[in-house]
């Protein structure tokens, strides 16, 4: 089942009768009566989900950088299947608002595509990597090479789904942002000849970094004001950058510093994994905290292998000290991995 909304009638077109579908029109509706202000919630990966007002300018700066950054034109066809009660979701109907996109809206699922009809040529869409690896998955390169352009964001993009993207022809790119930014404020592409490590900031958007290395962002997507981030990172130049991870996943094991995201990297590496994972720690007499790996899965794996495939790319006390396995992650509203939730009632 999918609802369709195009801008220009969006006062003529009654109200859907599905609580999903009415949820994308009402806040259509406030938006295309000019209403100022709008409050959304933060996802809750991070942290404690928290209300944030933002404004209509800011969400119009956002929507326009984009539609330059990806050359979007009025009357082209968005998919809309990214929960619209969150800023990923929201910003897609704001891009269809703005940019006179006509919205295809699905309610989120692994296969968004299965609710279309199979005619229907899709020009953007905006999905999470989870989407996309099922989609992937389940041989549907053919259907998304239709598309014009995909951004993917919300999560980190494994090793896996980078190199099923490079199956693709239809550009791909991975976003940087977050619910303070209105969505991305920066874009990697993935795949094909311009195929890059490096995220580059949209136009407009203004960067520098803490003591600690941490990215801070201003611009009209922020209402002038700085936000700091957690996230550190490497310019290569003044408006690019690599991740490196983010500050509060760096853990203190024996008076040493490990980066987290280093690990689930080399962890990626060693392919031995197809299941989701995350690199966490557990209180350890002796070191403070102990560095673990959590694997969503029911069939454990060899771990000494695991050991022996990372020794070549992790440094000694780099190395899990213990693999769990968990039947079923625990995940926010908007489909990532609650590490901590996923630790808390499955381990500690």
């Not at 801008?7 to 599905?18: G, K, L, N, S």
């Not at 940019?99 to 999905?127: E, K, R, Y």
């Not at 790119?173 to 874009?187: D, K, Q, R």
């Not at 000694?316 to 908007?334: A, C, D, N, Q, S």
Request: glycine content about 6%; overall charge neutral.
């Amino acid at each position: 089942m999918f609802y369709t909304l195009v801008p220009q009638h969006i006062f003529e077109t009654p109200a859907p009768e599905d609580a999903y579908f009415r949820q994308a029109w009402e806040f259509c509706r406030l938006y295309a009566s000019g209403q100022e202000t709008f409050v959304l919630h933060t996802s809750g990966s991070t942290g404690t989900p928290k209300p944030i007002t933002l404004t209509r300018a800011q969400m119009q700066a956002s929507a326009r950088v984009t539609q330059r950054a990806l050359d979007l034109r009025a009357g082209q066809q968005a998919l809309v299947c990214l929960n619209v009660g969150y800023i990923a979701g929201t910003m897609m109907l704001v891009r269809g608002m703005e940019l006179g996109l006509t919205m295809h809206i699905v309610a989120p699922s692994s296969q968004p595509f299965a609710a279309l009809p199979h005619d229907l040529a899709i020009d953007f869409v905006a999905v999470v990597p989870l989407q996309l690896q099922a989609m992937l998955d389940a041989v549907q390169a053919s259907v998304l090479n239709t598309l014009g352009v995909i951004i993917v964001g919300g999560a980190p993009v494994s090793e896996q789904l980078l190199e099923g993207i490079q199956r693709l022809s239809v550009p791909v790119f991975s976003t940087y942002g977050m619910t303070e930014t209105v969505s991305h404020v920066a874009l990697r592409r993935l795949n094909g000849a311009e195929a890059t490590d490096s995220y580059w900031l949209l136009e407009g958007v203004k960067a520098a970094t803490d003591e600690r290395g941490c990215l801070r962002l201003c611009g009209a997507v922020t209402n002038h004001q700085w936000i700091q981030t957690n996230d550190v990172v490497e310019f290569l130049e003044s408006r690019k950058f690599i991740i490196v991870g983010r500050a509060d996943n760096i853990i203190n094991s024996g008076g040493v510093k490990i980066q987290l995201e280093k690990v689930e990297r080399a962890v990626e590496k060693t392919g031995l994994i197809a299941s989701r994972f995350f690199a966490w720690s557990e209180p350890d007499e002796r070191l403070g905290q102990k560095l673990i790996l959590v694997v969503e899965s029911e069939k454990k794996l060899d771990s000494e292998l695991l050991q022996t495939r990372l020794i070549p790319e992790l440094l000694t006390y780099e190395l899990p000290k213990k693999v769990y396995f968990v039947k079923k992650f625990v995940e926010t509203p908007t489909g990532k991995v609650d590490k901590r939730r996923t630790f808390e009632e499955n381990i500690r």
